[in-house]
């Protein structure tokens, strides 16, 4: 479990921090939340979808289909994709809120270190007074990405409060020998619905910028047959490493893996 802690110049002024290495600490990942300013980037490489996580519904990107194997990370550690989701850019920091509600910059516990060089990759969390360039840099990126999660949460509640989202039960293909696999918990847009709104709560949806969320989603998911596809390049690349490794075990013995109720990872 991933043990966070709030960076201060107090506790932090002459620590170091170990940048992340490749995409390891996503391997278990079978979703990642995304960001309507994304949206472009995301359509040519994820299928998209809606879950409900603690009564509330996100957006989010297809990253497996069950067995804690993202199917976007190869052996290395490698992010096999041309975009990189922006939930995963900021590690190994993270905002957290505190109990005022204000938010605050959190490291990777793992991540903290305290002494090392740039010889040795580490960097510094402070520089004086201030936070180091780098700290700084994705403290910056990671404030950009919070004002969009709102924008993002606004859009989504308005989706669901016009009832566009419907039950996708999503199967996937896992080979010839093999039943499809069945995804539980995922919802899609609905859309002969939204093409039956009323002028008035369309253009509600238009000004909370939910439409280009509910239309990204429905474009996106010509993209379910990539995940099929890529177990099938995890399986072989995983063959070519262990000759006793099997497809087989990119997928959930029981044939079905169910997104409901999921917690953060």
């Known amino acids: ?20 290495k490749g995409f390891e600490f996503a391997r278990p990942l079978q979703v990642v939340d995304v960001l309507i300013p994304e949206l472009s980037k995301l359509l040519p490489h994820y299928a998209l979808a809606f879950i409900q996580r603690d009564g509330n519904w996100q957006p989010v990107a297809l990253l497996g289909i069950g067995g804690e194997k993202n199917l976007y990370v190869d052996a290395d550690g490698k992010w096999l994709g041309r975009y990189v989701p922006a939930a995963l850019r900021g590690y190994p920091f993270t905002l957290a809120a505190r109990e005022d509600g204000d938010k605050v910059l959190c490291l990777n516990e793992a991540h903290l270190a305290t002494e090392g060089t740039s010889e040795d990759g580490t960097q510094p969390l402070f520089h004086g007074e201030e936070l180091a360039e780098p700290t700084a840099r994705t403290l910056g990126f990671l404030k950009q990405c919070d004002q969009a999660r709102t924008g993002t949460a606004a859009a989504t509640k308005a989706l669901a409060d ?3 989202f419907q039950p996708w039960p999503l199967k996937v293909n896992r080979g010839e020998e093999k039943e499809p696999l069945t995804l539980d918990g995922l919802h899609h847009i609905n859309e002969q619905r939204l093409n039956e709104l009323d002028a008035e709560t369309f253009a509600g949806l238009r000004r909370a910028g939910a439409l280009l969320l509910a239309y990204s989603q429905l474009l996106s998911m010509v993209q379910t047959e990539q995940l099929g596809q890529r177990a099938e390049h995890l399986g072989a690349q995983a063959k070519a490493r262990t000759a006793t490794d099997d497809l087989g075990s990119l997928f959930d013995d029981s044939g079905s893996l169910n997104f409901d109720n999921l917690e953060d990872q």
């Not at 991933?2 to 201060?8: D, G, L, N």
């Not at 002459?14 to 940048?19: I, L």
């Open 162 to 164: 016009a009832d566009l």
């Open 1 to 20: 479990m991933t043990r966070w802690t709030a960076v201060s110049r107090q506790q932090h002024a002459n620590a170091r921090w170990k940048p992340r």
